[in-house]
Antibody, heavy 116, light 109 residues
Framework: EQLVQSGAEVKKPGDSLKISCKAS????????IGWVRQMPGKGLEWMGI????????RYGPSFQGQVTFSVDKSISTAYLQWSSLKASDTAIYYC??????????WGQGTTVTVSS | EIVLTQSPGTLSLSPGERATLSCRAS???????LVWYQQKPGQAPRLLIY???SRATGIPDRFSGSGSGTDFTLTINRLEPEDFAVYYC??????????FGQGTKVEIK
């Protein structure tokens, strides 16, 4: 059971971005996938979750309208997308499998740096 | 939104000592919905405790969790060098967001 995330990204303000999280070793469609933000030197923030089986999505209030979650079941991959990045989006983003509430399997994290 | 407040912010202890970490919720939650994670520098978090007191797979028995209602505790008996890390509590009792506490850093004294 593993989640492998895409590599680090360096972008400019206003750029779009889509990062990925590929699952292996379990039934991808049967578990919620969550996204967690960690800004530099700060704690964990729950961004939201998506159910790959039917793409049902729940966003945290701070992230609603700011990001988009999606999945491609055919390749067991979840995505986190921005249409217009801001410097304040600079952070490490983790995907994680939700097992009835707790996140029991985590990706290694994707570092996103937004700078002009 | 349920707010989780962890204390202390930093705990300075020596190997072999006991660490006691607190997580207080802004409203009562079932212990079923309270979990703890450990995060070491440069690593993703790791699930330690679920259901407030059950150890996740592979977690040593020196880690224990307790509590109910609004007050929850993570105890680490006989600190090992690898236990110095940041610890977070999280709740999933309420509709999203499933909030995290701000973390407690356990550092070597």
């Amino acid at each position: 059971e593993q989640l492998v995330q895409s590599g680090a990204e360096v972008k400019k303000p206003g750029d779009s971005l889509k990062i990925s999280c590929k699952a292996s070793g379990y039934n991808f469609a049967g578990y919620w996938i969550g996204w967690v933000r960690q800004m530099p030197g700060k704690g964990l923030e729950w961004m939201g979750i998506i159910y790959p089986g039917d793409s049902d999505t729940r966003y945290g209030p701070s992230f609603q309208g700011q990001v988009t979650f999606s999945v491609d079941k055919s390749i067991s991959t979840a995505y986190l997308q921005w249409s217009s990045l801001k410097a304040s989006d600079t952070a490490i983003y983790y995907c994680a499998r939700e097992q009835g509430g707790p996140f029991d399997v985590w990706g290694q994290g994707t570092t996103v740096t937004v700078s002009s | 939104e349920i707010v989780l407040t962890q204390s202390p912010g930093t705990l300075s202890l020596s190997p072999g000592e006991r660490a006691t970490l607190s997580c207080r919720a802004s409203q009562s939650i079932s212990s079923t919905y309270l979990v703890w994670y450990q995060q070491k520098p440069g690593q993703a978090p790791r699930l330690l405790i679920y259901g407030a007191s059950s150890r996740a797979t592979g977690i040593p028995d020196r880690f224990s969790g307790s509590g109910s209602g609004t007050d929850f505790t993570l105890t680490i008996n006989r600190l090992e060098p690898e236990d110095f890390a940041v610890y977070y509590c999280q709740q999933f009792a309420s509709a999203p967001p499933r909030t995290f506490g701000q973390g407690t850093k356990v550092e070597i004294k």
